[in-house]
């Protein structure tokens, strides 16, 4: 990912969750040095990740696939991307996962991921804050 893909990221972005991330979270992403990785068909972005790798392990920010592109196969081939190029620098991949996610969270599981814990109130929500669940997967 590059400055020149946070237009279509931020697209993405706002068309698959509520509370988006913002164009400065993403370029923080991307100065910080996260692993931020696009995903394109026919010079179309249709997914994207961020991952923060740290002291052997990684931690998977963000995980989306444009909607039109959703229940291909697309978000599980991303996901398998990130557990290679994280495997190279890790020992174990976390992420966490909205409590409601039930596509997600099976993706996650059928991948390897164990849930480990549960952070409570983590995320906004449309009414109040929703728990996340956190998940984990050895990478070596």
Request: charged share 25%; glycine share 6%.
């Amino acid at each position: 990912m590059t400055d020149d893909d946070l237009e279509s990221v931020l697209t993405i972005e706002e068309q698959v969750y509520t509370h988006p991330w913002s164009r400065t979270i993403l370029r923080d992403c991307l100065r910080t040095g996260y692993e931020c990785l696009v995903y394109e068909a026919s010079r179309e972005i249709l997914a994207y990740s961020v991952v923060s790798v740290a002291a052997g392990e990684a931690h998977l920010l963000n995980l989306s696939v444009h909607p039109q592109h959703q229940g291909k196969g697309l978000g599980r081939l991303v996901l398998r991307r990130v557990i290679r190029h994280a495997g190279e620098k890790a020992d174990t991949l976390f992420l966490e996962v909205r409590v409601s996610n039930q596509v997600a969270r099976q993706l996650y599981e059928s991948e390897g991921f164990n849930e480990i814990g549960q952070r409570f109130n983590y995320y906004p929500a449309k009414k109040g804050r929703e728990d996340a669940l956190v998940f984990a997967r050895p990478l070596l």
